[in-house]
């Protein structure tokens, strides 16, 4: 009885990590439409939540190990997986308060490490694993996809340069809101299926499902939902970093981004090196700022993100250990974490009231950053 | 520890050449698009930036549906 209620606290903890995912995550694909106007903030959120669910039910490639060989999942409890999740929470929450956009999967990772290791042992936990699962991935991902970006989106600037800009800033929104299209699909096929194989692996261990089982519907279903209906709240102030805090995003540049971060995501995994989502937009954007002009990139911005995206592995796991410690001491810890987990989310949700960011405000911002308001599509300026 | 370095290397390769060829072809589109504007204000036709244009977006349309299938059935 009590093994089978922390599997339904675990499933509903895996939800709502699945949701912090989906607005965590928006920004990657839509930041830049939103910016250059090539879509309305709502339209974008909507467009990429419908994808992102859609996403979710195409692929039918269940990864086997949620955790990808970082942990020993044969030592896991769902006590520690919960512990993992709260950690992952948190983290997210508290990322997406500050504006940064930092690596969901890191998060989750973390805190399973984290989790994994302060109650199964260390040796539980593959640290070589952590290089090359990682490591080498976090510092390629961006690097790869802002060469490519900052190739095309210089290009692009030479031939349009004596083209009419009317119709370069039409033409290149129109190719946008495709292009991101397809970062919000590929995106959904992804990062959905990691919420799917946690509750899936959690009632392995748990005997309620054979061992090797693929993910019940139900779980397919409530993992999409989850993601999307995350992806639709729209995480605004990720997308304000995104869209407008690393540099200014014309059409043209915008569309350099999403093509190259498009490419590179289903080029990594289908050649079987995966990179992060988030690291290779967030390289894309800067990569495409970089080819039109280097001095409008701000430097002290991209360096705050990179900071986030080393701690956000340390971090998410140290939650993820205090929590997974306490979560598997019985259901008084599982219920206490429960609870400060809720806490801080409350904190979180009240901090964030004072100075909200939502669809309209991340609009309005736009306008007043830039005068020449790159919403009108007919007086879009391109400068070369 | 085995960095899978040749994978990444093939990552940026491929990467590089398919978007970049892309963000050119599309660009490629929408000169193509710029001339028949310009050719239409004159009163002349302008067919031949369609056709470009045309030709184009078809083959980044190509792509595209490539990518769709490579999402949905890789």
Same mark, same amino acid.
């Given at each position: 009885?009590?093994?089978?209620?922390? !599997?339904?606290?675990?499933?509903?903890?895996?939800?709502?990590?699945?949701?912090?995912?989906?607005?965590?995550?928006?920004?990657?694909?839509?930041?830049?439409?939103?910016?250059? *106007?090539?879509?309305?903030?709502?339209?974008?959120?909507?467009?990429?939540?419908?994808?992102?669910?859609?996403?979710?039910? #195409?692929?039918?490639?269940?990864?086997?190990?949620?955790?990808?060989?970082?942990?020993?999942?044969?030592?896991?409890?769902?006590?520690?997986?919960? *512990?993992?999740?709260?950690?992952?929470?948190?983290?997210? #929450?508290?990322?997406?308060?500050?504006?940064?956009?930092?690596?969901?999967?890191?998060?989750?990772?973390?805190?399973?490490?984290?989790?994994?290791?302060?109650? @199964?042992?260390?040796?539980?936990?593959?640290?070589?694993? /952590?290089?090359?699962?990682?490591?080498?991935?976090? !510092?390629?991902?961006?690097?790869?996809?802002?060469?490519?970006?900052?190739?095309?989106?210089?290009?692009?600037?030479?031939?349009?340069?004596?083209?009419?800009?009317?119709?370069?800033?039409?033409?290149?929104?129109?190719?946008?809101?495709?292009?991101?299209?397809?970062?919000?699909?590929?995106?959904?096929?992804?990062?959905?299926?990691?919420?799917?194989?946690?509750?899936?692996?959690?009632?392995?261990?748990?005997?309620?499902?054979?061992?090797? @089982?693929?993910?019940?519907?139900?779980?397919?279903?409530?993992?999409?939902?989850?993601?999307?209906?995350?992806?639709?709240?729209?995480?605004?102030?990720?997308?304000?970093?995104?869209?407008?805090?690393?540099?200014?995003?014309?059409?043209?540049?915008?569309?350099?981004?999403?093509?190259?971060?498009?490419?590179?995501?289903?080029?990594?995994?289908?050649?079987?090196?995966?990179?992060?989502?988030?690291?290779?937009?967030?390289?894309?954007?800067?990569? @495409?700022?970089?080819?039109?002009?280097?001095?409008?990139?701000?430097?002290?911005?991209?360096?705050?993100? !990179?900071?986030?995206?080393?701690?956000?592995?340390?971090?998410?796991?140290?939650?993820?250990?205090?929590?997974?410690? /306490?979560?598997?001491?019985?259901?008084?810890?599982?219920?206490?974490?429960?609870?400060?987990?809720?806490?801080?989310?409350?904190?979180?949700?009240?901090?964030?009231?004072?100075?909200?960011?939502?669809?309209?405000? !991340? @609009?309005?911002?736009?306008?007043?950053?830039?005068?020449?308001?790159?919403?009108?599509?007919?007086?879009?300026?391109?400068?070369? | 520890?085995?960095?899978?370095?040749?994978?990444?290397?093939?990552?940026?390769?491929?990467?590089?050449?398919?978007?970049?060829?892309?963000?050119?072809?599309?660009?490629?589109?929408?000169?193509?698009?710029?001339?028949?504007?310009?050719?239409?204000?004159?009163?002349?036709?302008?067919?031949?930036?369609?056709?470009?244009?045309?030709?184009?977006?078809?083959?980044?349309? *190509?792509?595209?549906?490539?990518?769709?299938?490579?999402?949905?059935?890789?």
């Amino acid at each position: 009885m009590e093994a089978s209620l922390l !599997v339904v606290v675990v499933v509903a903890t895996a939800l709502i990590f699945d949701f912090t995912n989906g607005f965590h995550d928006t920004a990657n694909a839509m930041a830049s439409s939103i910016a250059t *106007g090539a879509l309305k903030p709502r339209t974008a959120v909507a467009l990429s939540a419908v994808l992102n669910l859609v996403g979710a039910f #195409l692929s039918v490639e269940v990864a086997k190990t949620i955790s990808g060989g970082l942990v020993d999942d044969a030592r896991i409890t769902p006590a520690v997986v919960f *512990g993992g999740l709260v950690g992952a929470i948190v983290w997210n #929450l508290v990322t997406w308060f500050v504006g940064l956009p930092s690596s969901s999967s890191h998060a989750l990772f973390g805190g399973l490490i984290g989790a994994t290791w302060i109650s @199964a042992g260390a040796d539980a936990v593959h640290f070589a694993k /952590l290089v090359d699962k990682i490591l080498v991935p976090a !510092v390629a991902a961006p690097l790869v996809a802002g060469v490519i970006a900052m190739t095309g989106s210089f290009l692009t600037y030479r031939l349009v340069r004596r083209a009419r800009q009317d119709v370069v800033g039409r033409g290149f929104r129109a190719g946008q809101v495709v292009s991101a299209s397809l970062v919000s699909l590929a995106h959904g096929t992804n990062d959905a299926q990691k919420t799917m194989g946690i509750i899936t692996l959690t009632m392995i261990t748990a005997g309620m499902l054979p061992a090797q @089982a693929g993910p019940p519907t139900w779980v397919v279903v409530s993992a999409a939902l989850a993601i999307a209906l995350g992806t639709y709240v729209g995480g605004w102030r990720i997308i304000r970093t995104l869209g407008k805090g690393l540099t200014s995003i014309e059409a043209p540049q915008g569309f350099a981004s999403d093509a190259s971060a498009a490419t590179v995501i289903l080029a990594s995994s289908h050649l079987g090196f995966p990179l992060s989502t988030t690291h290779v937009c967030s390289g894309s954007i800067v990569g @495409a700022g970089v080819g039109r002009r280097a001095p409008d990139v701000r430097w002290g911005v991209a360096g705050r993100m !990179v900071l986030a995206w080393l701690v956000t592995l340390p971090a998410s796991a140290g939650v993820g250990a205090v929590a997974g410690k /306490l979560s598997s001491t019985g259901v008084v810890g599982t219920v206490a974490v429960a609870a400060m987990g809720l806490a801080v989310g409350a904190w979180i949700y009240r901090a964030s009231r004072r100075n909200p960011v939502n669809a309209e405000t !991340v @609009a309005r911002a736009e306008q007043a950053d830039e005068p020449e308001s790159p919403v009108e599509p007919a007086s879009a300026p391109v400068t070369v | 520890m085995q960095v899978k370095w040749a994978a990444l290397g093939e990552v940026f390769l491929v990467g590089f050449g398919v978007a970049v060829s892309v963000v050119l072809l599309f660009t490629l589109g929408v000169l193509g698009l710029s001339a028949r504007a310009t050719a239409r204000e004159r009163g002349a036709g302008g067919g031949v930036g369609q056709a470009l244009a045309g030709v184009c977006f078809t083959a980044c349309g *190509g792509v595209v549906l490539y990518g769709v299938y490579l999402i949905a059935f890789g």
